[in-house]
């Protein structure tokens, strides 16, 4: 089992930055690839950015140059950095974890573990 707690959310303006933050314990061993996963209302969820167990790192186009994922090892605290934020970004972000790494670690990779979410909303 394994608990994944996001914090960090909030609303800015657009051209602002926020650090989203997940708080990962449990069984945390059996999970190689970790991710941040967004969803807004009545779109598809958009995988963001992955991060396996060596360190490799994958991006979506809509967020290259402006999100950084990264993973804070002793504390077991996944975190995403955002700046230039937009408008379009806003949604309901969720921290998520796989057992499979390398190749299986994917923006689209069913999951196995999910946060509750944090709401990120950005003003034009």
């Known amino acids: 089992q394994v608990e994944l707690v996001e914090s960090g959310g909030g609303s800015v303006q657009a051209g602002g930055s926020l650090r989203l933050s997940c708080a990962a314990s449990?069984?945390?061993?059996?999970?190689?690839?970790m991710a941040w996963v967004r969803r807004a209302p009545g779109k598809e969820r958009e995988g963001l950015a992955t991060l396996d167990w060596l360190d490799r790192i994958k991006y979506a186009d809509s967020v290259k140059g402006r999100f950084t994922i990264s993973k804070d090892k002793a504390t077991n605290t996944l975190y995403l950095q955002m700046n230039n934020l937009k408008f379009e970004d806003t949604a309901m972000y969720y921290c998520t974890a796989s057992r499979y790494g390398g190749n299986w670690c994917n923006l689209d990779t069913d999951f196995d573990d999910w946060g509750q979410g944090t709401q990120v909303t950005i003003s034009s």
């Open positions: 449990g069984a945390l061993s059996g999970r190689q690839c």
